[in-house]
């Protein structure tokens, strides 16, 4: 256990919410007293960080927004104090399509559907399944560039994704990693789905980089996270909880392991069984 708390860090997909859910009531109460004890609470996310991840803390119906978020799996970091964002250089175009072309043989033969994300591109191939439902949950629509390279790469962008069956997973990343292993990464973000971004940024470089600021010991942070990327977060935190549905490697490196789901307001629950009750109260 952790005898002290000065911040914590969450992943939002699967850990904080269910897949495009809302945020369930005891972690909204879990957050409250928390924030009226002035711990410091962040995001850690997969996702860009915008004007509404920066708040998403009024959008989930609580009183404050979040004190920081980490964003592109430790590529962004907003800072809510000064309304200062830091972010990783994006990847050149030239780097895109020569990424692009090698995996071509794989998204073909899988019909993978692919997008870019960061920087305002929203190109993709291969529209459908999750990649079709993430648009639909973010209130975006992909620019369809299936089979047009040069058009998929006309923009800048943080990071690559890849969706398929989980079946195929390991074969993309070995395909992958065979040519690409020293300057780039390859990490799943859910059962069938992998990124492909620069080496040296995870969430936890990201949580890292924000409490070197402030000079927070990383022993007084507690981090919650479900799947491989946020593996990172969880072991650069004094204490790292995955959630009940984490993977079996998230499960494997964590501290602790909720004793409730994420719909069942895993985090929320924890914190309140642990933590905020009287007894215990932070």
């Keep these: 256990m952790i005898r002290k708390i000065d911040a914590l860090a969450a992943d939002i997909d699967m850990t904080l919410t269910a897949k495009g859910g809302s945020l369930p009531d005891i972690v909204r109460q879990a957050f409250e007293i928390m924030h009226g004890n002035s711990i410091r609470l962040g995001l850690a996310t997969g996702r860009e960080i915008t004007d509404k991840l920066k708040h998403q803390g009024r959008d989930w119906g609580l009183s404050f927004d979040f004190d920081f978020v980490i964003g592109m799996n430790g590529g962004m970091l907003y800072d809510l104090a000064d309304d200062s964002l ?26 993978i559907s692919i997008n870019a994300e960061g920087g305002g591109n929203h190109n993709a191939m291969n529209i459908q399944g999750e990649l079709l439902a993430s648009s639909r949950r973010h209130g975006f629509d992909f620019v ?3 089979g047009d390279i040069d058009g ?19 074969e993309i990343r070995d395909y992958f990693t065979r040519r690409y292993a020293e300057d780039w990464q390859i990490i799943g973000t859910f059962p069938g789905t992998v990124e492909i971004f620069r080496k040296g940024f995870d969430k936890g470089t990201g949580l890292q980089r924000y409490l ?7 022993e007084n942070v507690i981090a919650f996270g479900d799947n491989e990327n946020d ?6 935190a004094g204490w790292g909880v995955s959630l009940k549905n984490g993977t079996d490697r998230t499960k494997a490196i964590a501290d602790d392991i909720t004793e409730y789901d994420c719909s069942e307001g895993g985090v ?12 215990h109260m932070i």
């Design 152 to 170: 998929f790469c006309e923009k800048q962008a943080y990071k690559l994704l890849f969706r398929t069956e989980p079946d195929n997973e390991q």
């Design 212 to 218: 070197q600021k402030y000079g927070i010991d990383a």
């Design 144 to 146: 369809d560039k299936t």
């Design 86 to 111: 830091w972010a990783v250089e994006l990847i050149s175009r030239e780097d895109l399509k020569e990424i692009l072309t090698y995996m071509m043989p794989l998204i073909d033969k899988y019909r």
């Design 268 to 279: 929320g629950r924890y914190m309140i069984d642990h933590y905020l009750k009287p007894n």
């Design 231 to 236: 593996n990172p977060l969880l072991e650069e």
